[in-house]
């Protein structure tokens, strides 16, 4: 996000979204999407958030602001230059709501591999010469490389692997 901008995130309607586009049309500035796009695929009732990511000066001073909202065919995730006296007007995204949406879009962060050295470490401990060299334990063994939810089953008290640790 830019220095110069708004630090909030606002809340938009479906109609918002087709006023501030039809406005951003008329004054030549990015829509991200046309009406009859938001017609077609936004629905009445959704709402989504909007913030600004970067002040823009040309041809008139405005925010380049960043959209995501529930659509047809899932989230979409678009930019809308909005001026900057329609973005004050927005009302502010509730807190319940920005909680929602760090949660969503944290979700959507891959959980990273591991580094080589540290699987080759793991190997090592677990008696493989690596992840290539692993062989499938026999027919009625257990497998070493057992995967778990939260709720294993093998704890027979009720406790949860989170609780375990």
Known sequence: MGFDVPRVIKQVEKSDLVALTEKARTRHLGVGRR?????ANVADSSNGALWAV????????????????KCSGGIENFLLD?????????????????????????SHVPVSPLPAEYMAEWNRARGHGGISSHTPPPPGAENPIRRVGPHDPSLADGRTRDRER
Not at 54 to 69: A, D, G, M, T, W
């Open 35 to 39: 009406i009859e796009w938001h017609s």
């Open 54 to 69: 970067l002040r823009e000066s040309h041809p008139q001073p405005c925010y380049r602001c960043q959209v995501v909202i």
């Open 82 to 106: 909005v001026l900057p006296d329609d973005f004050e007007r927005l009302p502010d995204l509730p807190e319940e709501r920005l909680v929602q949406l760090a949660r969503w879009a944290l």
